[in-house]
Protein backbone atom coordinates (compact mmCIF):
# COMPACT_ATOMS: atom_id res chain seq x y z
CA UNK A 1 0.00 0.00 0.00
CA UNK A 2 2.95 2.32 1.07
CA UNK A 3 4.98 1.94 -2.01
CA UNK A 4 1.30 2.00 -3.97
CA UNK A 5 0.59 5.70 -2.56
CA UNK A 6 4.45 7.08 -3.48
CA UNK A 7 4.49 5.39 -7.38
CA UNK A 8 1.32 7.91 -7.40
CA UNK A 9 3.15 10.65 -5.50
CA UNK A 10 5.95 10.18 -8.01
CA UNK A 11 3.55 10.11 -10.79
CA UNK A 12 2.11 12.94 -9.92
CA UNK A 13 5.10 14.82 -9.72
CA UNK A 14 6.14 13.82 -12.93
CA UNK A 15 2.93 14.49 -14.69
CA UNK A 16 3.06 18.29 -12.96
CA UNK A 17 6.63 19.13 -13.78
CA UNK A 18 5.90 17.50 -17.83
CA UNK A 19 2.51 19.82 -17.27
CA UNK A 20 4.98 22.95 -16.36
CA UNK A 21 7.20 22.07 -18.94
CA UNK A 22 4.58 22.14 -21.75
CA UNK A 23 3.41 25.78 -20.67
CA UNK A 24 6.52 27.25 -21.60
CA UNK A 25 9.13 26.65 -24.71
CA UNK A 26 12.96 27.27 -23.28
CA UNK A 27 15.49 28.56 -25.22
CA UNK A 28 19.12 28.90 -24.30
CA UNK A 29 21.10 31.91 -24.87
CA UNK A 30 24.90 31.54 -24.36
CA UNK A 31 26.96 35.06 -24.58
CA UNK A 32 29.83 36.63 -23.31
CA UNK A 33 28.51 38.57 -20.18
CA UNK A 34 31.60 39.17 -18.80
CA UNK A 35 35.67 39.00 -19.12
CA UNK A 36 37.27 40.34 -22.66
CA UNK A 37 34.45 41.52 -24.99
CA UNK A 38 31.90 41.66 -22.34
CA UNK A 39 30.34 44.42 -24.26
CA UNK A 40 29.56 42.62 -26.76
CA UNK A 41 27.19 40.02 -24.53
CA UNK A 42 25.78 43.33 -23.00
CA UNK A 43 24.38 44.53 -26.43
CA UNK A 44 23.38 41.66 -27.76
CA UNK A 45 21.30 40.34 -24.48
CA UNK A 46 19.24 43.99 -24.99
CA UNK A 47 18.30 42.92 -28.40
CA UNK A 48 17.38 39.78 -27.25
CA UNK A 49 15.01 40.58 -24.03
CA UNK A 50 13.53 43.55 -26.09
CA UNK A 51 12.53 41.02 -28.31
CA UNK A 52 11.28 38.78 -25.96
CA UNK A 53 9.26 41.75 -24.33
CA UNK A 54 7.81 41.90 -27.81
CA UNK A 55 7.35 38.81 -28.27
CA UNK A 56 6.98 36.75 -25.80
CA UNK A 57 4.90 33.74 -27.11
CA UNK A 58 5.22 31.09 -29.64
CA UNK A 59 2.73 27.93 -30.64
CA UNK A 60 0.63 29.51 -27.81
CA UNK A 61 3.08 29.45 -25.45
CA UNK A 62 5.27 31.58 -23.09
CA UNK A 63 9.18 31.92 -24.16
CA UNK A 64 11.36 31.12 -21.42
CA UNK A 65 15.15 32.31 -22.02
CA UNK A 66 17.19 31.00 -20.08
CA UNK A 67 20.96 32.78 -20.24
CA UNK A 68 24.69 31.33 -20.04
CA UNK A 69 27.81 33.58 -19.66
CA UNK A 70 30.46 31.88 -21.19
CA UNK A 71 33.11 34.68 -19.40
CA UNK A 72 34.32 35.59 -23.27
CA UNK A 73 36.24 32.11 -23.36
CA UNK A 74 36.14 29.14 -25.61
CA UNK A 75 36.10 26.64 -22.88
CA UNK A 76 33.16 28.10 -20.38
CA UNK A 77 31.85 28.33 -24.04
CA UNK A 78 31.52 24.71 -24.59
CA UNK A 79 30.28 23.89 -20.98
CA UNK A 80 27.62 27.07 -20.99
CA UNK A 81 26.26 25.23 -24.08
CA UNK A 82 26.73 21.92 -22.60
CA UNK A 83 24.52 22.59 -19.72
CA UNK A 84 21.86 25.17 -21.30
CA UNK A 85 21.02 21.31 -23.07
CA UNK A 86 21.73 18.95 -20.67
CA UNK A 87 20.47 20.64 -17.67
CA UNK A 88 18.10 23.27 -19.08
CA UNK A 89 16.40 21.38 -21.90
CA UNK A 90 16.62 23.83 -24.30
CA UNK A 91 15.14 23.60 -27.93
CA UNK A 92 17.27 26.34 -29.35
CA UNK A 93 20.21 28.12 -28.28
CA UNK A 94 21.11 31.56 -29.51
CA UNK A 95 24.53 32.53 -29.77
CA UNK A 96 27.47 33.10 -29.44
CA UNK A 97 29.15 36.07 -30.47
CA UNK A 98 32.69 35.45 -31.19
CA UNK A 99 33.60 32.70 -33.64
CA UNK A 100 36.29 30.83 -32.03
CA UNK A 101 33.75 30.54 -28.92
CA UNK A 102 30.65 29.18 -31.22
CA UNK A 103 33.18 27.28 -33.06
CA UNK A 104 34.02 25.57 -29.67
CA UNK A 105 30.35 25.05 -28.84
CA UNK A 106 29.10 23.93 -32.29
CA UNK A 107 30.49 20.34 -31.58
CA UNK A 108 28.11 19.65 -28.75
CA UNK A 109 25.17 21.27 -30.49
CA UNK A 110 25.61 18.75 -32.87
CA UNK A 111 26.21 15.65 -31.12
CA UNK A 112 23.10 16.49 -29.26
CA UNK A 113 20.95 17.74 -32.64
CA UNK A 114 20.32 20.93 -30.87
CA UNK A 115 19.65 23.98 -33.18
CA UNK A 116 22.84 26.83 -32.52
CA UNK A 117 22.18 30.44 -33.70
CA UNK A 118 24.69 32.48 -33.87
CA UNK A 119 23.75 36.21 -33.91
CA UNK A 120 27.14 37.47 -34.87
CA UNK A 121 29.97 35.04 -35.32
CA UNK A 122 31.34 35.53 -39.08
CA UNK A 123 33.96 33.07 -39.90
CA UNK A 124 33.44 30.57 -42.72
CA UNK A 125 34.37 27.66 -40.21
CA UNK A 126 31.55 28.41 -37.63
CA UNK A 127 29.19 26.25 -39.90
CA UNK A 128 31.47 24.51 -42.21
CA UNK A 129 30.58 21.28 -42.08
CA UNK A 130 27.69 21.53 -39.68
CA UNK A 131 24.66 20.45 -39.46
CA UNK A 132 22.72 22.45 -36.30
CA UNK A 133 24.98 25.64 -36.39
CA UNK A 134 23.78 28.25 -38.30
CA UNK A 135 23.86 31.94 -38.48
CA UNK A 136 21.90 35.27 -38.95
CA UNK A 137 24.85 37.49 -40.23
CA UNK A 138 27.01 37.25 -43.41
CA UNK A 139 30.38 35.89 -43.18
CA UNK A 140 34.06 37.45 -43.46
CA UNK A 141 34.94 36.56 -46.75
CA UNK A 142 32.06 39.24 -48.23
CA UNK A 143 33.66 41.22 -44.98
CA UNK A 144 36.80 41.30 -45.97
CA UNK A 145 36.13 42.21 -49.52
CA UNK A 146 33.96 45.18 -48.48
CA UNK A 147 36.93 46.51 -46.40
CA UNK A 148 39.59 46.12 -49.01
CA UNK A 149 37.62 47.63 -51.62
CA UNK A 150 36.64 50.66 -49.49
CA UNK A 151 40.46 50.77 -48.68
CA UNK A 152 41.41 51.26 -52.46
CA UNK A 153 38.45 53.27 -53.75
CA UNK A 154 37.21 55.91 -51.33
CA UNK A 155 40.71 56.05 -49.04
CA UNK A 156 42.43 55.66 -52.02
CA UNK A 157 45.24 53.22 -50.16
CA UNK A 158 48.38 51.46 -51.91
CA UNK A 159 49.64 50.07 -49.05
CA UNK A 160 48.10 48.58 -44.92
CA UNK A 161 49.33 47.51 -42.33
CA UNK A 162 47.45 44.72 -41.02
CA UNK A 163 47.10 43.41 -37.68
CA UNK A 164 45.88 39.95 -36.22
CA UNK A 165 44.78 38.67 -33.41
CA UNK A 166 46.39 35.39 -33.54
CA UNK A 167 44.06 34.25 -30.60
CA UNK A 168 41.25 34.75 -32.53
CA UNK A 169 39.62 32.72 -35.29
CA UNK A 170 37.80 35.55 -36.87
CA UNK A 171 41.02 37.69 -36.58
CA UNK A 172 43.27 35.27 -38.57
CA UNK A 173 40.39 34.89 -40.88
CA UNK A 174 39.25 38.50 -41.50
CA UNK A 175 42.65 39.21 -42.21
CA UNK A 176 43.39 37.29 -44.56
CA UNK A 177 40.26 37.40 -46.50
CA UNK A 178 41.08 41.05 -46.43
CA UNK A 179 44.93 40.83 -47.66
CA UNK A 180 43.80 38.21 -50.62
CA UNK A 181 41.65 40.80 -51.95
CA UNK A 182 43.50 44.00 -51.09
CA UNK A 183 46.81 42.63 -52.78
CA UNK A 184 44.59 41.05 -55.89
CA UNK A 185 44.26 44.32 -56.54
CA UNK A 186 47.50 45.67 -56.17
CA UNK A 187 47.53 46.61 -52.58
CA UNK A 188 50.97 45.85 -50.56
CA UNK A 189 50.37 44.45 -47.14
CA UNK A 190 52.83 44.44 -43.64
CA UNK A 191 51.84 42.00 -41.61
CA UNK A 192 51.68 42.48 -37.69
CA UNK A 193 50.47 39.55 -35.04
CA UNK A 194 49.00 40.48 -31.17
CA UNK A 195 46.83 38.26 -29.26
CA UNK A 196 43.69 39.33 -26.93
CA UNK A 197 44.78 40.40 -23.50
CA UNK A 198 48.20 42.50 -24.96
CA UNK A 199 48.18 45.94 -24.03
CA UNK A 200 51.69 47.11 -25.26
CA UNK A 201 51.98 47.11 -29.13
CA UNK A 202 54.46 49.51 -29.82
CA UNK A 203 57.14 47.32 -30.92
CA UNK A 204 54.09 45.67 -33.84
CA UNK A 205 53.45 49.60 -34.60
CA UNK A 206 57.26 50.93 -34.85
CA UNK A 207 57.28 48.33 -37.43
CA UNK A 208 54.20 48.74 -39.50
CA UNK A 209 54.61 52.85 -39.04
CA UNK A 210 58.55 52.05 -40.25
CA UNK A 211 56.96 51.88 -43.83
CA UNK A 212 54.76 54.58 -44.21
CA UNK A 213 51.51 52.79 -44.97
CA UNK A 214 47.93 54.42 -46.44
CA UNK A 215 45.90 52.27 -43.90
CA UNK A 216 46.19 50.35 -40.75
CA UNK A 217 43.78 47.43 -40.73
CA UNK A 218 42.95 45.62 -37.40
CA UNK A 219 40.57 42.92 -37.94
CA UNK A 220 40.18 42.48 -33.93
CA UNK A 221 37.92 43.10 -31.15
CA UNK A 222 37.54 46.42 -29.52
CA UNK A 223 39.61 46.49 -26.37
CA UNK A 224 42.77 45.66 -28.52
CA UNK A 225 41.47 48.10 -31.12
CA UNK A 226 41.12 51.20 -28.55
CA UNK A 227 44.62 50.81 -27.25
CA UNK A 228 46.11 50.32 -30.15
CA UNK A 229 44.89 53.26 -31.96
CA UNK A 230 45.88 55.12 -29.19
CA UNK A 231 49.56 54.23 -29.29
CA UNK A 232 49.57 54.74 -32.65
CA UNK A 233 48.24 58.23 -32.21
CA UNK A 234 50.96 58.68 -29.77
CA UNK A 235 53.71 57.34 -32.25
CA UNK A 236 52.36 59.80 -34.72
CA UNK A 237 50.47 58.13 -37.08
CA UNK A 238 47.82 60.56 -38.30
CA UNK A 239 46.32 58.52 -41.33
CA UNK A 240 42.88 56.29 -40.98
CA UNK A 241 42.52 53.20 -39.11
CA UNK A 242 39.92 50.59 -40.71
CA UNK A 243 38.41 47.54 -38.90
CA UNK A 244 35.62 44.70 -39.08
CA UNK A 245 32.40 44.17 -36.92
CA UNK A 246 34.81 43.49 -34.04
CA UNK A 247 35.64 47.70 -33.13
CA UNK A 248 31.43 48.58 -32.18
CA UNK A 249 31.31 49.28 -28.81
CA UNK A 250 31.03 51.69 -26.52
CA UNK A 251 34.22 51.11 -24.48
CA UNK A 252 36.13 51.37 -27.90
CA UNK A 253 36.13 55.45 -27.70
CA UNK A 254 35.76 55.30 -24.02
CA UNK A 255 39.18 53.72 -23.86
CA UNK A 256 40.70 55.54 -26.78
CA UNK A 257 38.80 58.90 -27.19
CA UNK A 258 39.78 61.22 -30.22
CA UNK A 259 42.37 58.50 -30.94
CA UNK A 260 39.37 56.64 -33.29
CA UNK A 261 38.28 59.81 -34.62
CA UNK A 262 38.70 58.23 -38.94
CA UNK A 263 38.60 55.14 -37.66
CA UNK A 264 36.13 53.44 -40.27
CA UNK A 265 34.72 49.59 -40.00
CA UNK A 266 32.56 47.32 -41.68
CA UNK A 267 29.42 46.31 -39.60
CA UNK A 268 25.60 44.52 -39.91
CA UNK A 269 23.46 47.67 -39.02
CA UNK A 270 23.44 51.17 -37.81
CA UNK A 271 20.88 52.71 -36.49
CA UNK A 272 20.46 56.17 -38.49
CA UNK A 273 19.92 53.80 -41.62
CA UNK A 274 17.22 51.30 -40.52
CA UNK A 275 16.95 49.23 -43.71
CA UNK A 276 13.31 48.04 -42.84
CA UNK A 277 10.17 48.33 -41.15
CA UNK A 278 10.82 46.36 -38.33
CA UNK A 279 14.31 47.99 -37.82
CA UNK A 280 12.34 51.35 -37.76
CA UNK A 281 10.38 50.07 -35.53
CA UNK A 282 13.46 48.49 -33.61
CA UNK A 283 15.27 51.56 -33.28
CA UNK A 284 12.29 53.56 -31.79
CA UNK A 285 11.22 50.50 -29.14
CA UNK A 286 15.34 50.23 -28.39
CA UNK A 287 15.53 53.95 -27.77
CA UNK A 288 12.52 53.73 -25.47
CA UNK A 289 13.11 50.90 -23.29
CA UNK A 290 17.26 51.49 -23.21
CA UNK A 291 17.67 55.60 -23.66
CA UNK A 292 20.49 54.87 -25.89
CA UNK A 293 20.54 53.98 -29.78
CA UNK A 294 20.82 50.51 -30.48
CA UNK A 295 24.23 48.60 -31.93
CA UNK A 296 24.82 46.45 -34.77
CA UNK A 297 24.82 43.88 -32.26
CA UNK A 298 21.39 45.13 -30.06
CA UNK A 299 20.15 44.70 -33.62
CA UNK A 300 21.17 40.99 -34.80
CA UNK A 301 20.38 39.96 -31.16
CA UNK A 302 17.19 41.10 -31.79
CA UNK A 303 17.04 39.22 -35.42
CA UNK A 304 18.88 35.59 -33.77
CA UNK A 305 15.62 35.78 -31.26
CA UNK A 306 12.81 36.80 -34.04
CA UNK A 307 14.62 34.05 -36.60
CA UNK A 308 14.22 31.42 -33.89
CA UNK A 309 10.65 32.37 -33.42
CA UNK A 310 10.20 32.21 -36.98
CA UNK A 311 11.83 28.97 -37.38
CA UNK A 312 9.57 27.01 -34.10
CA UNK A 313 6.43 28.93 -35.37
CA UNK A 314 6.81 26.85 -38.97
CA UNK A 315 8.19 24.14 -37.77
CA UNK A 316 4.45 24.04 -35.58
CA UNK A 317 6.40 21.76 -33.03
CA UNK A 318 9.04 22.44 -30.11
CA UNK A 319 10.75 19.31 -31.96
CA UNK A 320 14.72 20.68 -32.47
CA UNK A 321 15.40 18.56 -35.63
CA UNK A 322 12.29 20.46 -37.10
CA UNK A 323 13.35 23.90 -35.67
CA UNK A 324 16.59 23.22 -37.65
CA UNK A 325 15.02 22.03 -40.52
CA UNK A 326 13.19 25.35 -40.20
CA UNK A 327 16.12 27.52 -39.42
CA UNK A 328 17.84 26.45 -42.64
CA UNK A 329 15.04 26.83 -44.79
CA UNK A 330 14.38 30.32 -43.30
CA UNK A 331 13.50 32.72 -46.32
CA UNK A 332 13.69 36.43 -46.78
CA UNK A 333 12.33 37.30 -42.99
CA UNK A 334 11.89 40.36 -42.32
CA UNK A 335 14.62 41.58 -39.69
CA UNK A 336 15.84 44.99 -38.35
CA UNK A 337 19.48 43.98 -40.22
CA UNK A 338 17.88 43.29 -43.17
CA UNK A 339 16.09 40.09 -45.25
CA UNK A 340 16.93 37.19 -43.44
CA UNK A 341 17.50 34.35 -45.97
CA UNK A 342 19.60 31.02 -44.00
CA UNK A 343 20.77 28.64 -46.73
CA UNK A 344 20.95 24.72 -46.48
CA UNK A 345 24.78 25.83 -45.58
CA UNK A 346 23.78 27.44 -42.48
CA UNK A 347 24.82 31.13 -43.84
CA UNK A 348 22.89 34.22 -44.46
CA UNK A 349 23.34 36.50 -47.25
CA UNK A 350 23.64 40.23 -46.44
CA UNK A 351 24.43 43.80 -47.29
CA UNK A 352 27.04 45.07 -45.09
CA UNK A 353 27.30 48.73 -43.25
CA UNK A 354 30.87 51.35 -42.99
CA UNK A 355 30.61 53.54 -39.98
CA UNK A 356 33.22 56.25 -39.39
CA UNK A 357 33.75 57.29 -35.90
CA UNK A 358 33.52 61.14 -36.37
CA UNK A 359 33.98 63.41 -32.88
CA UNK A 360 32.89 59.67 -31.35
CA UNK A 361 30.18 58.66 -32.68
CA UNK A 362 29.85 55.75 -35.34
CA UNK A 363 28.26 57.57 -37.86
CA UNK A 364 27.13 56.09 -41.08
CA UNK A 365 29.33 56.24 -44.29
CA UNK A 366 27.47 54.00 -46.26
CA UNK A 367 26.12 49.76 -47.21
CA UNK A 368 27.51 47.46 -49.69
CA UNK A 369 25.35 44.87 -51.13
CA UNK A 370 26.69 41.28 -51.84
N1 LIG B 1 32.12 38.81 -36.15
C1 LIG B 1 32.74 38.63 -34.88
C2 LIG B 1 33.26 37.20 -34.78
O1 LIG B 1 32.95 36.38 -35.54
C3 LIG B 1 31.80 38.93 -33.75
C4 LIG B 1 31.16 40.30 -33.75
C5 LIG B 1 30.09 40.59 -34.60
C6 LIG B 1 31.59 41.29 -32.91
C7 LIG B 1 29.50 41.85 -34.61
C8 LIG B 1 31.00 42.56 -32.91
C9 LIG B 1 29.95 42.83 -33.77
O2 LIG B 1 33.99 36.84 -33.90
Avoid at 57 to 65: H, N, Q, S, Y
Avoid at 210 to 216: E, L
Amino acid sequence: MKKVLILTGIIAMLLASFAIADDVVKIGVALPMTGNISSFGQMVWQGVELANEMFPTVLGKKVELVLGDTRSDKTEAANVISRLINLNNVVGILGEVASSNTMAGAPIAEKYHIPLLSPASTNPLVTQGKTYTSRVCFIDPFQGHVAAVFAIKNLKAKSAAVFTDVAQDYSVGLSNFFIKDFTAAGGVVYKEYYQSGDQDFSAQLTDALSHNPDVIYISGYYPEIALMAKQARQLGYKGPFLAGDGAEAPELVQIAGSAVNGLYYTSHFNAEHPVTKIGQEFVAKFEEKYHTSPSALAALGFDDYLVMLNAIERAGSTDPVKINEAIRSTKNFEGVTGYITIGSDGNAVKSAVINEVVNGQFTYVTTINP
